[in-house]
């Protein structure tokens, strides 16, 4: 196989040699070995072989100030040669693979045999027909009828019902991955490069980059493609996603200028001439290795057949098409290697973290019912059988006749399919589809909002949020930055003065520092309409300076044109430990001057000279220092705007100063004036976050901003009210209190802090990192808090990662924040998030309301399905009746109840929190009530419907008998009732108005009506296969009436108080007690990473969300059953030994006594267990 590939690879690349010819300098092999060089081996062969970046860029044709020109042409020929910047992705599964997948399902496999066996004995005919009347009841009626022809027609019956779930299951999952790669390719068309061609800087898409491009590289960004760098500032790479190791590397035009594609920038800027795009960078190469190592054993027994047409087979495609395609070479198929196994790779790392607290629960509860249902269709099997063999071989006393066998085996099949029918009705196969609709209708609704999901269970564990740390710059505030205060020359302007007001010298200084001292992609661009507002392009921080200079009468543009950026002698970029940035400039008599700019009372404790009223430099002492840090930095701040100080220093040429001792270079600096910037909240935050607080939420800010500008606008907000206890501290004041002597984070004194934090200023991403985690790990409530985090710096990653839900910005946010992100938000606005919470409440809510309609469902049908059985031997509903309701029960209520649009009423309530159980006990009150009016009206009708109705009996009919009106009407009415009762389970916090917003749905809507027509069809045209007889209009409008009963019993139902069902409540959450402390846990593991930390911290959830459900469904079983509480207690007992985190004797006997109590309040007799 991989020789295979390497010769491929060289086939290609021969042809590739001819590139010379074609008028470029490289080829495309040649970049790549050129590539695989680090450090001072590929300076030195950049220096041989192609003499430095200069020459590279010669021979690529492209300029490293100008870029490429452009032109069409061009561009096609180097896409043809060197290939496009994309990674083909994997193909989606066929329809025909997920139908196989579909088919894989355990109860329709067992269904799929039994109806294959049904369907061979009816074409069976014993021989002798005389022999019919010795076995007895046995063949009862089988002649008679003339029916036994019409024995084939309920195993082609169960198989087509078969079918038809597996086509429906298939065609779920196959929008699912469609709209899967539909997000996937939105996430990826958004990410946007900025690149020079023509000499002007524009965004590209990612995949238009070609080689031979000059790309403009900043702070945060994750690089699209191999390059080599031209021209860098302190530039700071972290290649730890292609070689493992952590340390961030550093890269300079002489000593490692190789840049990697999907590693990140972490600090610093520059410009770097792409040498390889798509399958040809070092990225693309592993991912092709990645694909073939996949396809590799798939492909195995096919690669002889193919090798021989290979090579042509691929000379072909190259010419017809780019150059990408032609790493499609048929046995490595590694086109299919490509951001698939991106996909398939963030998906492996997804689904590790991807069972949410909802699936967890989930999945336990399905398995939970799924065994309950195995056990009782096992007892029907044997009882039916059972009864059959005492009937006929011990009271009739009939011998078994060798000619008969084929008959009995006939009805066992018979008894077999109505015990699988049972287990079919057991098993809500609808719930992991309810929890997939749900969520994909909520992702892509939450598109519209805003909100961009890119792990699918963020968007229920928003639902669960109980606190949000947002930032404050863009989030919280609009992001447009505007001058509006400064302090030049001793006066403090509260407006922006006009020119001639200022000293002509620290107005020449002032505009220069704020022209060279930024970044030079940072600009301020003509607005897009007329009379709009001008654009703000880059860090918008520095656009509200150089917005400034233009209030000044100036222009920036001059300047930075007389000293390009490659004249700038260094730069110290702006990272989160300086908190400022710095350029210096070597002056014409060839000393030095340094510009620097940073957060106000940073730079000026740097500052021992201030310009004067003249503009000369005056000594500025530390008492002139305090007094301006009161007279004008503070009132600034409380005005909520953002101070920023300007100032600038001059070395001499001789001894040129060392660079690299920045702590004496940055420093001893001259005041040149302070600033103060205005960013206005967003005008619909306010009311946003008194949404979130009405909603039990707490919305934190955490702010590189000084803590007086971020008081300011905590109130703006609505986040502090003036006279509420709270509080409002810096990064250093924080580190103060949550640290212990030694300098460790001890989680109690954070537990002191958190609850009253409000705003936290100043702070560091690692302050940020430690709130985060300190909430998560906080055990002082009684739910743990679920974190959701907003964050748009690269330096906002771990806390993104560490939060429950991360929030990136898709505007203003960096690549790397984006990467460690659940959830983008297309606007940065904060009220998307409102949304979000609204969204994840909605799915929580839809699968509550389906959990309840389909497990009234589930006991009714289980229930009569058995007693019918053992009582007349014949399940009253047919195993195809069964699959019936188990399709519109399943797929069309999943379907109708998953897509609830959400009201805003559900931001009224408090958060659910992780503990609290699945089926509440309104639900629990709602299931048992409306399965006890179903029960009772099935039964009433299974035993006395003949004579009701006046009709004849369907009881105790013999095999292959035509079906009867009597069974009809039983099933008929069973079905009205689930529709009826689908609109009761709209709700579930009681509510009495079950129709309120049904409009607003139409999905809903179309599914009953639709449902309710082919019910019609079915029991009027259904005949044999449906064991249907057409109904009469009167017996039509009994069903329909006892239907309509289910609305007016819920209303009964609903009257009912929960109080009077203490019980129901207590069996909601009986483990609440027994849970295991975290820390402990954690003691144990001190030396254990983070990671391992979480997936054990993950797992105790599990168990104990598992145990939690287990212990519902026993007692709501116990309930139901209605035997004596004593199984409920030993049933509890053995569970608790089986679960793995929990001491056996602490839980089984709180937990039971709390049984027993419950049931002594309810009036019930407790049977002591020994």
């Known amino acids: 196989m991989g020789d295979m590939t390497n010769s491929d690879f060289y086939a290609k690349n021969q042809r590739n040699e001819g590139n010379h010819a074609a008028g470029f300098g490289c080829s495309l092999m040649e970049l790549r070995s050129l590539m695989e060089l680090r450090g001072s081996e ?139 790669r539909g997000l996937q390719s939105r996430i990826e068309q958004e990410q946007k490069f900025q690149v020079v061609r023509g000499s002007q800087v524009i965004q590209l898409p990612v995949s238009d980059i070609l080689v031979g491009d000059i790309a403009q590289i900043k702070y945060g960004d994750l690089l699209p493609a191999d390059g080599v760098l031209i021209q ?33 920038v ?90 949410s607290v909802l699936q967890g629960k989930l999945t336990k509860l399905a398995v939970q019912i799924g065994k309950a249902g195995l056990l009782m269709s096992a007892i029907t099997v044997i009882i039916l059988v059972l009864y059959f063999a005492i009937d006929n071989f011990v009271m009739q006393k009939r011998p078994w006749m060798p000619e008969c066998t084929p008959i009995y085996i006939q009805y066992f099949v018979k008894f077999f399919i109505i015990g699988v029918t049972v287990l079919v009705v057991a098993v809500p196969e609808g719930l992991p589809l309810a929890v997939t609709i749900s969520l994909a209708y909520s992702v892509k609704k939450m598109m519209k909002d805003n909100n961009l999901v890119r792990h699918l269970d963020a968007c229920e564990t928003m639902g669960n949020a109980t606190a949000i740390c947002s930032d404050k710059t863009g989030t919280l505030t609009t992001n447009r930055m505007t001058a509006v205060q400064c302090y030049v020359g001793d006066v403090h302007y509260k407006e922006i003065p006009d020119p ?146 300007v100032a600038y220093r001059d070395f001499p040429s001789d001894p040129e100063p060392n660079w690299d001792d920045e702590n004496n270079i940055l420093n001893d600096l001259v005041a040149i004036c302070v600033v103060g910037i205005e960013d206005p909240v967003r005008p619909e935050v306010p009311d946003a976050i008194q949404k979130c607080q009405r909603a039990g939420i707490t919305v934190r800010m955490v ?21 509420e206890d709270f509080l409002c501290i810096d990064g250093k004041e924080f580190n103060r209190r949550i640290r212990n002597e030694k300098g460790e984070v001890e989680q109690e004194r954070i537990d002191k802090v958190w609850p009253k934090l409000r705003v936290l200023a100043r702070s560091s991403p690692t302050d940020k990192h430690t709130l985060v985690k300190g909430i998560i790990d906080s055990t002082m409530a009684d739910q743990r808090q679920v974190v959701a985090v907003t ?62 309609f389909q497990l009234t469902v589930n006991v009714v049908a289980v229930i009569v399905a058995f007693t019918g059985a053992c009582i007349t031997q014949d399940s009253p509903l047919k195993a195809v009746q069964m699959l019936w309701v188990n399709l519109i029960m399943d797929t069309f209520a999943s379907l109708a109840l998953a897509t609830e649009p959400p009201t805003e009423s559900l931001l009224k309530r408090k958060p659910y929190g992780r503990n609290k159980p699945l089926i509440s006990s309104t639900m629990t009150k709602n299931i048992l009530g409306h399965g006890v009016y179903q029960l009772v009206i099935i039964f009433t009708l299974l035993f006395a419907g003949e004579k009701i109705f006046d009709i004849d009996s369907g009881r105790n009919a013999p095999l292959h008998s035509p079906p009867s009106e009597h069974y009809t009407i039983i099933f008929n009415t069973f079905v009205m ?49 449906f064991s249907c007889q057409p109904l009469d209009l009167e017996k039509w409008m009994w069903c329909v009436f006892l239907g309509l009963g289910e609305l007016v019993w819920g209303q009964v139902i609903a009257t009912i108080p929960n109080s009077r069902l203490r019980f129901l409540r207590r069996a909601g959450q009986l483990t609440q007690k027994d849970e295991l402390p975290e820390e402990d846990v954690n003691e144990e593991n001190e030396e254990i990473d983070h990671a391992e930390r979480e997936l054990r911290r993950g797992q105790i959830l599990w168990f104990r969300g598992l145990n939690r459900i287990q212990t519902q469904i026993e007692v709501v079983n116990t309930f139901k059953s209605g035997t004596s509480f004593q199984g409920a207690g030993a049933l509890r007992r053995q569970s608790s030994t089986t679960s793995q985190t929990q001491d056996v004797t602490n839980v089984s006997s709180p937990s039971h006594v709390s049984l027993s109590n419950s049931a002594r309040s309810a009036g019930l007799r407790v049977i002591p267990t020994a």
């Open 703 to 723: 702010t590189g901003d000084n803590i007086n500008t971020a008081r300011a606008i905590a109130i703006k907000c609505g986040i502090i009210h003036p006279g």
């Open 42 to 180: 590929a300076v030195v062969k950049l220096q041989e072989d192609y003499g430095g970046v200069e020459g590279l860029c010669k021979r690529l044709k492209t300029s490293p100030t100008e870029g490429l020109a452009g032109a069409q042409p061009d561009l096609d020929k180097r896409k043809e040669l060197y290939g496009r910047n994309l990674i083909p992705p994997k193909k989606p599964k066929t329809f025909l693979q997920l139908v196989w997948e579909a088919l894989q399902d355990v109860t329709l496999i067992i269904l799929e045999i039994a109806a294959l066996i049904s369907l061979g004995l009816s074409f069976y005919h014993p021989p002798g027909q005389a022999s019919g009347e010795s076995c007895g009841t046995a063949a009862g009626g089988v002649e008679d009828e003339g029916e036994a022809d019409a024995g084939w027609i309920e195993g082609a019956a169960i198989l087509l019902s078969v079918v038809c779930v597996v086509l429906v299951t298939a065609f779920n999952d196959w929008s699912k991955e469609k709209q899967f």
């Open 232 to 264: 860098g500032n302190d530039l700071k790479i972290d290649e730890s996603s292609l070689t493992g190791e952590s340390d961030h590397v550093k890269k300079s035009a002489d000593k490692d200028p190789m840049l990697l594609s999907g590693t990140h």
């Open 977 to 1025: 009732m689930q529709l009826f009762n689908e609109i009761n389970a709209r709700k579930i916090h009681g509510e009495r108005n079950v129709f309120d917003g049904i409009f607003r749905n139409p999905i809903f809507c179309s599914i009953v009506f639709g449902t309710f027509a082919v019910q019609i069809v079915i029991v009027q045209f259904g005949g044999k296969p």
């Open 500 to 645: 001639g007001a200022l000293p002509p010298k620290s107005l020449e200084l002032l505009v220069n520092a704020i022209s060279i001292n930024s970044a030079y992609t940072t600009k301020i661009l003509p607005p897009d309409k007329e009379g709009g507002l001008p654009k703000q392009v880059g860090n918008k921080t520095e656009c509200g300076l150089l917005g400034l200079v233009l209030d000044l009468k100036r222009d920036y543009q001059p300047i930075r044109n007389q000293i390009p950026e490659e004249k700038l002698y260094k730069v110290y970029t702006f990272n989160s430990v300086r908190k400022s940035m710095s350029t210096v400039i070597k002056l014409p008599d060839g000393s030095f001057r340094m510009y620097s700019k940073g957060a106000s009372e940073i730079v000026l404790k740097k500052c021992n000279h201030i310009l004067s009223e003249v503009g000369e430099p005056r000594v500025f002492r530390p008492r002139d220092k305090d007094e301006m840090v009161k007279k004008v930095i503070e009132p600034m701040a409380c005005d909520g705007l953002r101070t920023i100080c």
């Open 791 to 852: 964050g748009d710096g690269t330096n906002d990653g771990p806390a993104l990662k560490k939060a429950d839900v991360g929030f990136a910005m898709g505007i203003a946010g960096t690549d790397v924040a984006k990467e460690a992100s659940d959830i983008i938000l297309t606007d940065d606005n904060f009220s998307s998030i409102v949304k979000a919470v609204m969204w994840g409440r909605n799915v929580y809510d839809s699968i509550s309301k389906f959990l309840q």
């Open 266 to 355: 972490m600090e610093g800027s520059g410009r770097m001439v792409v040498t390889a795009v798509g399958v040809n960078s070092q990225t693309g190469i592993i991912f092709t290795l990645l694909g073939a190592g996949v396809e590799e054993e798939e492909k195995k027994e096919k690669k002889g057949k193919m090798q021989d047409g290979n090579m042509e087979s691929n000379q072909i495609k190259v010419k017809k098409q780019d150059g990408a395609a032609a790493m499609e070479m048929q046995p490595l198929k590694s086109a299919e290697g490509g951001e698939a196994d991106d996909k398939e790779r963030k998906k492996v790392s997804v689904s590790k973290k991807e069972k």
